[in-house]
């Protein structure tokens, strides 16, 4: 049984999406970001049905599509406040 359950997770690690998200929090991350802004009006970047998926779908598709540009900051990379 463990070893089905470290194909499946093998599996889904390697789901084509973007080479820059290096990890399942930040897809979740970014798509949660995407779909407040699908929700505020934005209109989906992918082809979809937005009457047929939800927001949260579209975003997830969107970000795994790599329609969607992101880029990373470290706390060392912001400039300070004056």
């Known amino acids: 049984m463990a070893t089905k359950v470290r194909e499946e997770v093998i599996e889904t690690a ?21 779909s407040k802004q699908l929700q505020r009006g934005a ?3 992918i082809d979809i049905d937005a009457t ?11 970000v795994v599509q790599g329609k969607i540009q ?7 990379d912001e400039e300070p406040l004056e």
């Open 43 to 45: 209109r989906p970047r």
């Open 52 to 62: 047929k998926h939800k927001p949260t779908r579209i975003a997830l598709e969107e």
């Open 14 to 34: 390697e789901q084509p999406h973007s080479q820059e998200i290096d990890s399942k929090y930040r897809l979740i991350i970014l798509a949660a970001k995407r």
């Open 70 to 76: 992101f880029h990373t900051t470290t706390d060392g």
